[in-house]
């Protein structure tokens, strides 16, 4: 806005604060009704034209606007009444540079893990909603982070992934500056590997099996599926036999592939190693582990590998849930069964689960069906979490289903809701 010199500025004054400086709630069309309302003056039009560009400089054109805009949204703005506005008839709308709208609520979710009929529980999930912020001038994106990891000869990798690998994605995420997840996570995940591999070999004491005394924890690993989603994307970075499935329009949709030992390229790629694959109960690498990508199990690399495969899905309005677990549920449900299940349960209770706030996390097993529903995560900053008691129900229901089906492995689930939800609230930063 030009400046502007008044000869009697306490009559100025006085008129500012009968006109003052109000704030509205004006929609993107009606911004440009009231930039659209030219007056005949060239004076005015001279200065309507530099309001324009002002507008223009702090808010991002018409073609790159989001979906929400383009559909009607309102979007909070700092009106401010001039003297020559006035005078002329024309007001200037500038919009704050302050304000800024979330793109994306916290998604819905729910998880359930059960020990099934194995000595110990070595499972463990990670969930940890808005793990990334990313703020732009008129917009915050979160990132929501889910996690499921399955370990084998002893808990305390999985363990250590769940307390540690969204750590380690966040670094990466802040420190890249373009998105390209593929090698963003491939990062993560070799960073991970390495840390279980010296963790284990300078600590010699903690409460596990193993004990972590070498050569024994040498012989511990834990797969890992791990999901990101953004407003836009689902990302899934996954090794090891776990598994991510998308529902979207009532159809399941793998977004990842179990690292088998089988499968025709990891079969090359172990032999190319100079390791074998040896079929003892199922194919095997050496005839030990039954996946053939896995963080940990030092003593069977380069064979088992812990570079991740990554998936990157554009997000559409027909994405229903995803469902994020351990094989101890792949191994005898598939995947049109779990989603089928899922979708029938949300859709009966009409997506409306009823949220609740726990301290931190349920730890232990119920007495009666020995399913522990996790609805938190100590190291997700946030001392109670939100959780949906719909999705957390879909996710008993899934353990309960393997059960039945006379699964004996550990068994975690994780399903997360990802129909979005009209969200109207506008934030004014100070």
Same mark, same amino acid.
Not at 139 to 152: L, T
Not at 173 to 191: H, I, N, Q, V
Not at 261 to 284: H, S
């Given at each position: 806005?030009?400046?502007?010199?008044?000869?009697? =500025?306490?009559?100025?004054?006085? &008129?500012?604060?009968?006109?003052?400086?109000?704030?509205?709630?004006?929609?993107?069309?009606?911004?440009?009704?009231?930039?659209? %309302? %030219?007056?005949?003056?060239?004076?005015?039009? #001279?200065?309507?034209? $530099?309001?324009?560009?002002?507008?223009?400089?702090?808010?991002?054109?018409?073609?790159?606007?989001s979906p929400d805009s383009e559909a009607g949204e309102s979007v909070l703005l700092d009106v401010e009444v001039t003297r020559d506005?006035?005078?002329?008839?024309?007001?200037?709308?500038?919009?704050?540079?302050?304000?800024?709208?979330?793109?994306?609520?916290? @998604?819905?979710?729910?998880?359930?893990?059960?020990?099934?009929?194995?000595?110990?529980?070595?499972? %463990?999930?990670?969930?940890?909603?808005?793990?990334?912020? $990313?703020?732009?001038?008129?917009?915050?994106?979160?990132? #929501? !982070?889910?996690?499921?990891?399955?370990?084998?000869?002893?808990?305390?990798?999985?363990? &250590?992934? $769940?307390?540690?690998?969204?750590?380690?994605?966040?670094?990466? %995420?802040?420190? =890249?500056?373009?998105?390209?997840?593929?090698?963003?996570?491939? &990062?993560?995940?070799?960073?991970?590997?390495?840390?279980?591999?010296?963790?284990?070999?300078?600590?010699?004491?903690?409460? /596990?099996?193993?004990?972590?005394?070498? @050569?024994?924890?040498?012989?511990?690993?834990?797969?890992?599926?791990?999901?990101?989603?953004? @407003?836009?994307?689902?990302?899934?970075?996954? /090794?090891?036999?776990?598994?991510?499935?998308?529902?979207?329009?009532? $159809?399941?949709?793998?977004?990842?592939?179990?690292?088998?030992?089988?499968?025709?390229?990891?079969?090359?790629?172990?032999?190319?190693?100079?390791?074998?694959?040896?079929?003892?109960?199922?194919?095997?690498?050496?005839?030990?582990?039954?996946?053939?990508?896995?963080?940990?199990?030092?003593?069977?690399?380069?064979?088992?590998?812990?570079?991740?495969?990554?998936?990157?899905?554009?997000?559409?309005?027909?994405?229903?849930?995803?469902?994020?677990?351990?094989?101890?549920?792949?191994?005898?449900?598939?995947?049109?069964?779990?989603?089928?299940?899922?979708?029938? !349960?949300?859709?009966?209770?009409?997506?409306?689960?009823?949220?609740?706030?726990?301290?931190?996390?349920?730890?232990?097993?119920?007495?009666?069906?020995?399913?522990? @529903?996790?609805?938190?995560?100590?190291?997700?900053?946030?001392?109670?979490?939100?959780?949906?008691?719909?999705?957390?129900?879909?996710?008993?229901?899934?353990?309960?289903?393997?059960?039945?089906?006379?699964?004996?492995?550990?068994?975690?689930?994780?399903?997360?809701?990802? &129909?979005?939800?009209?969200?109207?609230?506008?934030?004014?930063?100070?």
């Amino acid at each position: 806005m030009t400046d502007i010199c008044y000869e009697d =500025e306490a009559s100025w004054s006085s &008129r500012r604060r009968r006109i003052g400086v109000h704030r509205c709630r004006i929609s993107p069309s009606e911004m440009h009704q009231t930039a659209a %309302a %030219a007056v005949e003056d060239k004076e005015v039009v #001279h200065n309507r034209n $530099k309001q324009e560009n002002d507008i223009m400089n702090c808010a991002s054109p018409p073609s790159q606007s989001s979906p929400d805009s383009e559909a009607g949204e309102s979007v909070l703005l700092d009106v401010e009444v001039t003297r020559d506005d006035v005078d002329a008839g024309v007001i200037a709308v500038i919009p704050s540079k302050k304000t800024v709208r979330e793109t994306d609520p916290r @998604p819905r979710y729910g998880a359930a893990s059960v020990c099934g009929r194995r000595r110990d529980m070595e499972d %463990a999930v990670a969930i940890h909603p808005s793990f990334v912020r $990313k703020q732009t001038e008129f917009s915050r994106e979160k990132w #929501h !982070y889910f996690g499921v990891y399955d370990g084998h000869g002893c808990s305390h990798v999985a363990t &250590r992934c $769940k307390e540690r690998l969204h750590e380690i994605v966040q670094e990466e %995420a802040l420190s =890249e500056k373009k998105e390209e997840w593929r090698k963003m996570m491939e &990062r993560s995940f070799t960073r991970m590997d390495n840390e279980v591999v010296s963790w284990g070999q300078t600590v010699m004491s903690a409460n /596990c099996r193993c004990e972590l005394q070498t @050569p024994d924890c040498d012989a511990v690993g834990s797969t890992a599926v791990v999901s990101v989603v953004t @407003p836009e994307k689902i990302i899934v970075a996954n /090794c090891g036999d776990s598994r991510a499935v998308l529902c979207r329009n009532g $159809k399941p949709v793998p977004l990842s592939t179990d690292h088998k030992p089988d499968r025709p390229d990891e079969l090359d790629r172990i032999q190319k190693a100079g390791g074998r694959v040896i079929y003892w109960d199922g194919p095997r690498v050496l005839g030990v582990l039954a996946m053939s990508r896995a963080i940990g199990d030092n003593y069977l690399k380069p064979y088992v590998s812990s570079e991740p495969e990554v998936t990157v899905t554009d997000r559409t309005e027909e994405d229903e849930f995803l469902i994020l677990a351990s094989d101890g549920l792949w191994d005898v449900v598939t995947n049109e069964v779990a989603c089928a299940m899922v979708h029938m !349960y949300l859709s009966k209770r009409g997506g409306r689960g009823r949220r609740r706030e726990t301290p931190e996390c349920v730890e232990g097993k119920d007495e009666e069906e020995k399913v522990v @529903p996790v609805v938190g995560s100590k190291k997700s900053g946030k001392k109670g979490e939100i959780a949906d008691k719909a999705c957390t129900e879909a996710s008993v229901l899934l353990t309960k289903l393997a059960l039945a089906k006379h699964g004996s492995d550990n068994v975690s689930v994780v399903v997360v809701d990802l &129909r979005r939800r009209k969200n109207n609230r506008h934030l004014v930063g100070h």
